[in-house]
């Protein structure tokens, strides 16, 4: 059964909530009249009251009706995300605490590119930061001079484009101090080399002593000192001349896993670094393979070849799987020591409100053994480990438009430490050495100068800010989503493995790997193939019928699902015998030259709607979804059987 905690959280399979949202955009927009009409009631109309009489006016408003009835129309042919019988791609239902927040924020139009513009979303933005933070175990408090950062984006991909920049500038911050060798500012590293391969907390701990000396200075010296300074950073020079001045360093290499999301090679090419120096590690058991990256690390130690981060994934987008972030970080300090620095970088786009349920209201991690009574074997000691180091790293992308149930426009990039971001402020930073909590606000307010973006919608801040607030981001509040979501996962293999009884004889069906969150992939061949590429096909025209056909009524399907391949560089070597042989697939039909057989084509479900398991109509989507499969796939069988 879903938990109560979830019935007055979405508008619902059906629109069962549809009154309580009704009334909320009504009660605001009235609201948001009230508020026009009481600015200056002095002032008479500025339309008249005749003016709906006009010719122009009816027209204009017969035009209008047109074309939004159009709209609407066209929309009808949308993608039926808020269903139980969506389970393709990473999204659902929307929270409703969210989408009345930006409903009721909308006509403010506020501009969270500076308080000016937005006087009251911008702190709201801060203060997701601040949520967002204290979630993932970095330190939540203004008042710290290390407290974290966060910011929102208009998605995953500039969050991570926004790691690549600050972690960039500073790699490259402590070569431009040493360029302009500052007096009397000790413990500069020792050569061009040393600088470049200090770790994020090193470069920081320059940057804090370069502040406190500035700040030291005379006002004259002081600028003086700053434009010294400017124009030796990179951000100045650009990476090409950046890189002819200081001969001995070489262009800075980044690491990320094999399933790593397509928006780092997109980060790496507008960052100018370029998609030859996206280098991705293979995995060992669906995690990055920790041997393979060290023997990484040592040769660009050995080659004197920089590495400005080493990106964990934490619920790839394929698989869901989550990289060993605690080893990350742990060899993140080890090559420090040995003089190859680094940042750690999580892309948790997708799974980072999973960390909602490792932790406590107090704020605490919570203990494996706790949260192993509430699933069956979620999360794995690995998956507990991954997620109690991320407040180790050194920055995180989330995306509340994802497992946060936000409406789209709502990415995140959360940093560890706040003092490093003056170095992606777009003029200099004049609020150094942040001591208040006040201090921090201020600062921060002026959005505009550390974002990639200018003007962005206050609107989405609103809704992720009042969503935090009515869902706290622990495993007693916010978590209620998440758990419902594992739960059914387990629910789903639990059904996986009786459909692969039901129809052992025609069909193989297996979990090609087991999953560490909600995504659950399945391989399908029929029995007495052994060709991969028929087995592709197969699977091929399966995912085709659980697919959107703009061209037929939304009625016509009866679940939606999505497809993804597995290659054997992502389940190294041993998990693709494993996987074939479970298949009856002959290896040597793997990769053998042809069309479509250089990897496996599977099925994969995204269970993130909170109805799946059993909406309290005893219905459960699951088994309704494996009834599907037995009739589709046993038509297809025999449809192919017949063919042959
Ligand atoms: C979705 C996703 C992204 C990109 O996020 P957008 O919001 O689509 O820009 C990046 N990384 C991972 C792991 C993702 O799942």
Redo the contacts with the bound molecule.
């Keep these: 059964m879903t938990s109560p905690a979830i019935h007055p959280c979405f508008l619902g399979p059906y629109g069962e909530n549809d009154a309580v949202l009704e009334k909320l955009v009504v009660e605001f927009l009235r609201d948001h009249v009230y508020w026009r009409r009481n600015f200056h009631p002095e002032d008479p109309p500025a339309i008249p009251t005749t003016a709906a009489g006009e010719p122009g006016f009816r027209d204009f408003e017969a035009r209008m009706r047109r074309e939004l009835h159009s709209l609407s129309a066209a929309l009808k042919r949308s993608v039926p995300f808020h269903s139980p019988r969506y389970i393709g791609h990473?999204a659902s239902d929307l929270l409703l605490p969210g989408l009345a927040a930006q409903y009721l924020t909308l006509p403010y139009n506020p501009n969270n590119v500076s308080s000016d513009a937005a006087p009251v979303t911008v702190d709201l933005e801060i203060k997701v930061g601040l949520q967002l933070a204290r979630m993932f175990g970095y330190a939540d408090d203004p008042s710290r001079p290390d407290c974290a950062f966060g910011h929102l984006?208009?998605?995953?991909?500039?969050?991570?484009f926004q790691a690549l920049r600050l972690a960039l500038a500073l790699k490259a911050f402590p070569v431009a101090l040493r360029a302009v060798m500052p007096p009397k500012l000790v413990d500069l590293p020792e050569d061009d080399r040393a600088a470049f391969n200090c770790t994020p907390s090193a470069a920081i701990a320059l940057l804090s002593a370069w502040e406190a000396w500035l700040a030291s200075c005379k006002p004259v010296e002081r600028r003086l000192w700053r434009a010294r300074l400017t124009s030796q950073r990179l951000e100045t020079l650009g990476l090409v001349e950046f890189l002819a001045r200081h001969p001995s360093l070489g262009s800075p290499r980044v690491f990320a896993p094999v399933t790593?999301?397509y928006?780092?090679s997109k980060g790496m090419k507008s960052t100018g670094l370029g998609r030859a120096q996206l280098e991705l590690v293979p995995e060992q058991g669906m995690r990055m393979d920790m041997d393979a990256l060290e023997d990484r690390l040592q040769r660009c130690l050995q080659l004197h070849q920089p590495v400005l981060a080493v990106v964990g994934?934490?619920?790839?987008?394929e698989f869901g799987t989550v990289d060993p972030i605690d080893a990350l970080v742990d060899a993140r300090e080890r090559w420090a020591a040995r003089g190859l620095g680094f940042g750690v970088h999580v892309?948790?786009?997708?799974?980072g409100y999973l960390a909602t349920l490792f932790r406590e209201p107090d704020g605490r991690l919570r203990a494996l053994a706790d949260m192993r009574e509430e699933f069956r074997d979620f999360p794995a000691p690995e998956v507990h480990a991954a997620v109690a180091a991320l407040g180790r790293t050194d920055s995180i992308?989330v995306?509340p438009?994802?497992l946060g149930y936000i409406p789209?426009g709502a990415?995140a990039f959360v940093c560890r430490d706040q003092r490093a971001m003056a170095l992606l402020a777009e003029d200099a930073d004049y609020v150094f050495n942040t001591s208040t909590e006040d201090d921090y606000f201020q600062r921060f307010r002026q959005l505009g100068r550390y974002i990639p973006e200018g003007s962005k919608p206050g609107a989405a801040a609103a809704a992720v800010y009042v969503t935090h607030r009515v869902l706290p981001l622990d495993h007693e509040n916010f978590g209620a989503l998440p758990r419902e979501s594992i739960l059914a996962t387990e629910a789903f293999r639990t059904a996986a493995t009786r459909f692969a009884a039901r129809v052992e004889g025609s069909l193989y069906c297996r979990i090609p790997f087991e999953p560490d969150s909600n995504l659950v992939c399945l391989a399908l061949n029929p029995v007495g193939n052994r060709d991969v590429a028929t087995m592709n096909r197969f699977v091929r025209a399966l995912h085709e019928e659980l697919s959107h056909d703009p061209r037929q009524p939304l009625q016509a399907r009866e679940f939606f699902g999505a497809m993804t391949t597995l290659r054997p560089e992502i389940l190294g070597e041993t998990d693709t015998a494993r996987v074939l042989a479970s298949l009856g697939l002959d290896p040597k039909t793997l990769d053998a030259g042809g069309e479509d057989d250089d990897r496996l084509v599977i099925l994969r479900h995204t269970l993130m709607n909170p109805f799946l398991i059993d909406n309290g109509n005893g219905i459960s989507y699951l088994e309704l979804y494996f009834d599907y499969l037995e009739r589709r796939a046993t038509a297809l069988v025999a449809a192919t059987a017949a063919a042959a």
């Design positions: 990473m984006t208009s998605g995953g991909t500039l969050a991570n790593a999301h928006s780092w994934v934490m619920g790839s987008t892309d948790a786009a997708w799974g992308t995306d438009h994802k789209y990415g």
